[in-house]
């Protein structure tokens, strides 16, 4: 599609990366399962059983459909992209079309892009299009056959409208609510025939909508913080103020004292304060005198771990043990070529916050080995395997009730479940299978870590005589978030690189050496909306951007060159589609710069041009146009609505977002010192989509609009100013 969606508003995405997490073997109870699938030993203790209909599909006798949702709901909208690739091919009555989040069973709903059941790295649609295809085929096979053999005719000569089955020659026709009964006992096809993607009525109009927008602005929407149940227990936990620590002493009398406050508890991460109300635990928690033991703590400021990465970086610090400079890609020899003009650059990026509408929280019930959790678990796998590790028990047997979620952006889900471990160690403490809420405040929230790891890059290119890029050498150092994960591990930290590595600048030069270092520092990181392309993205575009500028050529016009050399056909048409809408060539409004950026992550590309002008000193960022090839475009409702919040979540960083240490403690701990965009500093936000064939296998949106405006804006300004901006963010606080 190429209309233009625009709104003030920006609905939030999701994402954590795209990681292969193939999990190659798992030890359970202590004894290693061989001969089983992964996803086998995964699902241990899991109730499997499904429907008539299969583990996706469940009709009412009403007839109403309902998808079971595999990935989480935290307000991404992908509950209505999945519903409605099973309508789709179940001729569905979409109005009548609910969803539901799945069981915790990593045998049944297993991402499978990831090899866990697993919300993340934009692959919810891009996993399960072939898989709900066949699940909504499959459903309507056994309609079509129950009729048929009710009518007695052919099955071939069966239609499917609207939840409405019929036969024309026959006169004759059924609702799903009428057939029910006998589909359900026709066995599924192993193969259903798909649909035409030329005949498709659904998947790519405006009609494919949230399904959840109304129950979340009547306040119906139930989260984890409006869980209650009889003798429910709220949890506060005295966490300590530097990474690494532990408890020491502490002095629970004053806590106790408090009105409600029913126990205090040591357990791994600081001190509980388990209270009748969230009120009586906040108190509690104030009340107590801990001493912490800070002999392994971080101690460092933010500033001296970023100078250490400089240094690195440049060659004038040495390496530590088990520190290694790692290639992620090298060709030609960069040393033996001639000299020529030479860019050379450095780019700071500071940690970021997740900042989730919603703080971390969860109900844990632990009876003996038993448990049951009630949250946002994005992870479910993940989580299950951390609590059985606690209660002693099969992952698949740890029973979890996925709720709705206000935001992650990657943060709920990391190889410790850091927050759900929390809250099962407490559970477990108060026992008898009581329900206990962990409650998170903001501060908590945003002085626990897992930030975005803080990124050095220093990169010297030289060009030919038509000053395009001859040599390419690139340094990137920052802390790796795979180092320690359950799976896979070894080589370049993937998540890291992306976005560098395969970008098609350096496919366009000949010779090229980037290499990449992960030195250890005590902060805890975590993958964040896009991971390595929330820096690697503005690396690559403002040092382009800077290249034709020095070759004297318009910046399009420039990457329309790269792009033609190396190949990437898909760049070329997201730049001009781009282009064209904005106006590229033509005066930007009075008092207003324009700067272009383009991006490939997770399957998808982006292309952004942004007007930008200063205002009271600080940029101010008006009008941009959005290009993105993703494929199939299911909803491009919802695909406007990703670009739209991306965009923001990316601006926001861009210009605002950082979290620092002095001495180790975390300085910004709410809004007032971790600036956000507000919404009167919102752009306004069209949304082009890239035509494709019907059918081509959709990609990821829910990242990708996030690292292209950082670039786009700081083009723009360089444009203004002649000057580069070589750290974010671009807004000193």
């Known amino acids: 599609m190429n209309a233009p969606f625009s709104r003030r508003a920006a609905s939030p995405g999701e994402g954590v990366s795209r990681r292969q997490l193939i999990i190659t073997a798992t030890a359970v109870g202590g ?14 203790g899991a109730e499997s059983e499904t429907g008539p209909f ?5 009709i009412a006798p009403d ?58 790295g934009s692959t919810a649609i891009n996993n399960s299009w072939d898989q709900l295809r066949q699940a909504g085929a499959a459903a309507r096979a056994m309609f079509v056959q129950a009729a048929a053999n009710r009518w007695n005719v052919p099955a071939g000569e069966i239609t499917v409208k609207d939840s409405v089955v019929a036969h024309a020659a026959s006169g004759q026709s059924a609702d799903f609510a009428a057939l029910l009964a006998d589909a359900a006992k026709v066995a599924p096809p192993a193969e259903p025939t798909l649909k035409d993607p030329a005949q498709f009525t659904l998947i790519g109009t405006d009609r494919v909508r949230r399904k959840d927008s109304l129950a979340k602005s009547t306040g119906q929407t139930r989260f984890t913080m409006d869980v209650q149940a009889e003798n429910l227990l ?17 002095d629970a009398t004053a806590a106790k004292a408090v009105p409600g406050v029913v126990e205090v508890y040591e357990i791994p991460t600081g001190v509980a304060v388990v209270a009748n109300s969230t009120w009586a635990a906040k108190q509690g928690r104030d009340a107590l005198t801990v001493s912490w033991d800070e002999a392994k703590a971080e101690t460092r400021n933010s500033a001296d771990i970023a100078q250490r990465f400089r240094d690195l970086a440049a060659g004038s610090a040495s ?12 060709k030609g020899e960069v040393g033996a070529q001639p000299g020529g003009q030479a860019l050379e650059v450095a780019y700071d990026f500071p940690y970021l916050a997740h900042a989730t509408m919603e703080p971390m929280n969860c109900v844990a019930q632990v009876d003996g080995n038993k448990a049951k959790l009630t949250f946002a678990s994005q992870g479910p796998t993940l989580d299950q395997l951390n609590v059985a590790k606690i209660v002693a028990n099969l992952p698949g047997a740890i029973e979890i009730e996925t709720l709705p979620a206000g935001g992650s952006f990657g943060r709920r889900a990391n190889f410790q479940s850091d927050f759900v471990v929390e809250c099962v160690q407490i559970a477990r403490k108060v026992g008898g299978n009581r329900p206990v809420k962990l409650v998170w405040t903001r501060e908590d929230d945003m002085a626990a870590g897992y930030y975005r790891p803080l990124v050095h890059h220093r990169v010297r290119v030289t060009t030919d005589a038509d000053g395009y890029p001859n040599t390419w050498t690139h340094r990137i150092v920052t802390q790796s978030i795979m180092k320690g994960a359950p799976f896979g591990g070894g080589g370049v930290d993937e998540t890291a690189v992306e976005g560098a ?6 496919a366009a030069t000949p010779h090229v050496d980037a290499q990449l270092l992960t030195p250890d520092a005590g902060v805890p990181v975590l993958w964040w909306r896009s991971v390595g392309a929330t820096h690697t993205a503005y690396v690559m575009e403002h040092t382009i951007e800077q290249l034709a500028r020095r070759a004297g050529q318009d910046p399009v016009a420039y990457r329309r060159a790269l792009y033609e050399k190396a190949g990437a056909k898909r760049h070329l048409a997201v730049l001009d589609l781009a282009a064209e809408k904005a106006g590229w060539g033509e005066p930007a409004p009075e008092g207003w710069t324009r700067g272009v950026a383009v991006h490939e992550s997770f399957g998808s590309v982006v292309a952004q041009v942004a007007e930008v002008k200063m205002e009271d000193g600080e940029p101010r960022v008006g009008r941009v146009v959005t290009a993105i090839d993703c494929g199939t475009a299911i909803s491009p409702n919802q695909i406007a609505a990703q670009m739209e919040g991306g965009t923001c979540y990316g601006l926001s960083a861009a210009l605002y977002g950082q979290v620092t240490l002095t001495e180790g403690r975390v300085d910004q701990t709410n809004f007032d010192t971790y600036r956000v965009l507000r919404h009167n500093e919102a752009p306004q936000v069209e949304t082009y989509i890239v035509a494709q ?23 723009a300004l360089l444009a203004l100013t002649g000057e580069a901006i070589t750290a974010q963010p671009f807004v000193k606080v």
């Open 54 to 58: 299969g583990a996706f599909v469940k």
């Open 63 to 120: 007839g109403a459909v309902t998808l079971v949702c595999k990935h989480i709901e935290f307000g991404q909208g992908t509950h209505a992209g999945l519903a409605a690739i099973v309508a789709e091919e179940l001729d569905a009555d979409w109005s009548k079309v609910a969803w539901e989040h799945a069981p915790a069973n990593a045998k049944l709903y297993a991402n499978g892009g990831l090899g866990a059941q697993l919300t993340g």
């Open 31 to 44: 004894a290693l399962m061989v001969g089983c699938s992964p996803t086998d030993l995964l699902a241990a």
């Open 693 to 715: 064939p019907a059918g081509t296998h959709p990609t990821g949106v829910g990242e990708p609009g996030t690292p292209v405006i950082g670039p786009a804006v700081a083009n």
């Open 501 to 506: 590595k395969g970008s098609p600048y350096l």
């Open 319 to 330: 390496l530590e043990k088990g520190e290694e400079w790692q290639g992620f890609e090298t």
């Open 234 to 250: 709220v949890a506060m936990v005295a966490h300590p103020p530097r990474f690494g620590a532990k408890v020491a002493s502490f």
